[in-house]
């Protein structure tokens, strides 16, 4: 992992200026509600550089006459301090996680960089400042730019962002075993839920079973927060009360995935409440899983997003038709409006936007789906997907989702 992790610094190095520094931050949990914070999570630009899951960290790269440092400032605190929020990384544990020889405390960073801007001919400072939108909140990235440009107007502030999510796009092998055993939790994960799925439960009480499952199984956390939508709720993309009836004669669709090493599975499947499909469920979910099933066989490198969304829509309109939903294939949009996936990797929505063409050791998810909320269905179905160097790879494959298969596993 040492050498990985050498190999993408080294890469990043060597896409910027010279006589600049690049700093990283690891973030840390924002307040929730009184002195609760919400659960930490790393940032995953500085996570995927360094190895490392701490809070209250920061990396700093610097190069100067083409020559590349590299250093990482760690938390301290007193021992009395650890004894009520547990030990702190040592500096051999970092060096050893992290395989940077520089260790230095994080109260030192503003004095470093201080002496470096004095003495040294530090024309830029590279850092990460992803925005959501344009309402989001200041990360501490952004802030600390504030700072920087109050304090040093001379230097000019780069964003590192996007040369680090192209470095992101295309998963070495480690990674991919990484999601590998996500998705093998998953499909654990929903077995379980499709075993206990009766009429009557509440959509989180069969929630609860897919997160026992993951948890014996050693996962931490899920990767995003579970979409159980039973009936009509399945027909709203993004929901996630989970507090529905789960009726007779309904259809669920559950969204999900779990994080393996902070690499992501997202997987969607929707089955039968009571283990049986209707003539008319039955109907639409083929129609679906035509469309999924054609839009991966397509999958190959060279291919633009753009044409994957394209394809999978006018399939999605041939079986709307078939269905007696529509009579034009732009009318689809009623009952299909949203993208064919996302890349996948670190986040569940992972980086590289919407577009791009796709190249090996990229991994993308391809989510067909079709919304009748006058009837009560809404369907979707997710794989996980590798681009090989020839075509594909569905790393989801294991996990059950043609009609005949759920039914005999249900029943």
Request: net charge negative; charged share 30%.
């Amino acid at each position: 992992m040492i050498e990985i992790l050498k190999s993408r610094r080294r890469k990043l190095g060597a896409n910027i200026k010279d006589d600049s520094i690049i700093v990283l931050f690891s973030g840390e949990a924002p307040v929730s509600s009184g002195d609760q914070r919400y659960t930490y999570t790393p940032q995953r630009n500085f996570y995927y550089l360094t190895n490392i899951d701490r809070p209250k960290m920061a990396y700093v790269l610097k190069k100067m006459n083409g020559v590349i440092e590299h250093h990482l400032f760690i938390e301290t605190v007193s021992e009395v301090e650890e004894k009520w929020t547990g030990k702190r990384l040592s500096k051999e544990e970092a060096h050893e996680i992290s395989g940077i020889k520089s260790i230095l405390p994080i109260c030192e960073l503003e004095n470093v960089l201080g002496r470096w801007l004095l003495n040294d001919r530090i024309e830029s400072i590279y850092l990460d400042l992803e925005r959501g939108s344009y309402h989001h909140p200041d990360t501490v990235q952004i802030e600390f730019a504030k700072q920087l440009k109050e304090k040093y107007p001379f230097v000019r502030l780069e964003n590192v962002y996007h040369d680090i999510t192209k470095l992101r796009l295309i998963k070495s092998e480690d990674e991919i075993e990484n999601m590998r055993t996500a998705i093998e939790k998953t499909r654990i994960g929903i077995e379980s839920l499709m075993k206990a799925s009766k009429p009557g439960m509440l959509e989180y009480q069969l929630e609860a079973h897919y997160d026992f499952a993951i948890k014996t199984e050693g996962v931490k956390k899920t990767s995003f927060h579970t979409i159980a939508a039973s009936g009509v709720n399945a027909t709203v993309l993004h929901y996630d009360k989970n507090d529905s009836v789960c009726q007779d004669g309904d259809l669920i669709l559950f969204d999900l995935g779990c994080e393996w090493n902070y690499y992501c599975s997202d997987i969607s499947r929707t089955f039968p409440i009571n283990g049986k499909f209707t003539d008319r469920q039955r109907a639409v979910y083929q129609a679906v899983l035509d469309a999924q099933l054609a839009t991966i066989e397509i999958i190959k490198p060279g291919l633009p997003m753009a044409e994957v969304n394209e394809f999978a829509r006018r399939k999605l309109a041939e079986g709307c038709k078939k269905l007696g939903l529509i009579e034009k294939d732009e009318e689809v949009s009623r009952y299909y409006y949203h993208g064919i996936g996302h890349y996948l990797g670190l986040d569940t929505h992972d980086v590289g936007g919407r577009g791009g063409v796709l190249q090996p050791g990229m991994v993308i998810t391809i989510e067909p789906g079709l919304y009748i909320e006058e009837e009560g269905i809404g369907i979707r179905i997710e794989d996980d997907i590798l681009v090989t160097e020839d075509g594909y790879e569905n790393l989801s494959k294991d996990i059950i989702k043609s009609i005949e298969d759920i039914e005999a596993f249900m029943n």
